[in-house]
């Protein structure tokens, strides 16, 4: 049974940082695309970054590009967002996910599965 255990969350002024981690347990975790996802109130869960198996391939929604990265640590079956330059319009609840094929790389929520319990990020300006 995959489980999902993120944390870092929290509340921070515009301008600041975080760094999200996510904790995976379950999967061969250094064979699956791992994604973070997020969702505001009265929103759709929405695609925030990905990173390939291998860490060598990373890819991110218009909205972070230039400010989040993504990362993971295969030894400590452990992903990772680092936020920077934090806007308001960034509050939400964060979620990670393996990709449901090993070995696959795509983009599409649909192609994620395994949710977390999500860490919530509050920007206040």
């Known amino acids: 049974q995959v489980q999902l255990v993120e944390s870092g969350g929290g509340l921070v002024q515009a301008g600041g940082s975080l760094r999200l981690s996510c904790a995976a347990s379950?999967?061969?975790?250094?064979?699956?695309?791992m994604g973070w996802f997020r969702q505001a109130p009265g929103k759709e869960r929405e695609f925030v970054a990905a990173?390939?198996?291998?860490?060598?391939?990373?890819y991110y929604a218009d909205s972070v590009k230039g400010r989040f990265t993504i990362s993971r640590d295969n030894a400590k079956n452990t992903v990772y967002l680092q936020m920077n330059s934090l806007k308001p319009e960034d509050t939400a609840v964060y979620y990670c996910?393996?990709?449901?094929?090993?070995?696959?790389?795509?983009?599409?929520?649909?192609?994620?599965?395994?949710w977390g319990q999500g860490t919530q990020v509050t920007v206040s300006s």
């Open positions: 990173v390939s198996w291998s860490g060598s391939r990373t």
């Open positions: 379950g999967l061969t975790f250094s064979t699956y695309t």
């Open positions: 996910a393996p990709h449901r094929r090993s070995w696959s790389f795509s983009l599409e929520l649909k192609d994620f599965g395994s």
